[in-house]
């Protein structure tokens, strides 16, 4: 009877070991069982580095966020609203096509978003983002016909979201919805330099503190 609780103690102690090291979800992962993120919310974004914008959306279409760079210049007065208008200008010139053309913005997100599947076929590394740089993206030739498939429909309806989401943020004369997730200085210190982001999450707490002002 001892031994059989003797023998039954070091199979247990076996069996523990084991699956420490096989690579289940309470030992150590292997690379097949790390944790993935579904193709739906796989996270990519394009920017347009001359125009100071930088935009971010799922594969699917959804607009996650905006980041917008306001420059002014650091010796007047008031410079942090010189700068938050020129990211509003900013934003405002790029959706309405004053500095690039929605034909433009439609043909590098489609080629983003085409090399973005051709990137992940049923998932996606855990909080892992495709970053793109519209320079490259407008210069490399299409991967094939590109006008009338899933990608070009997709960076379609990314536009009419970029469009409606601008036309809600400068609604007034400030940019709402929008935080100031960063700023610095020039290298001689001329010039200040802030970074805005846009997110759905912070339109909606703007909306809700408007309304409980009202």
Known sequence: MKKTAVAAAILASL???????????FGN???????RTPVKDARVSTEFRDQGIKISYTLMG?????EVFGIAPAWKGNYEIAAEMDAKVKLMKFVHGE???????TRVLTRSLDRARDNTVNTFDNNRELSFDSEELSSAPAAGNTDDNTSRRTAERIERSLLDTTNTITASGRLTGVRKTGESRSKDGRYYIARYEWSEQAQGVSELLRSRMK
Do not use: H, Q, R, W
């Not at 500095?99 to 913005?105: A, D, H, L």
């Open 99 to 105: 500095t690039v053309s929605s034909e433009t913005k």
């Open 15 to 25: 069996a523990l070991a084991g699956c420490s090291t096989s690579g289940s979800k």
């Open 62 to 66: 959804k607009l996650e966020n905006i």
């Open 29 to 35: 992962l292997s690379p097949s069982d790390e944790v």
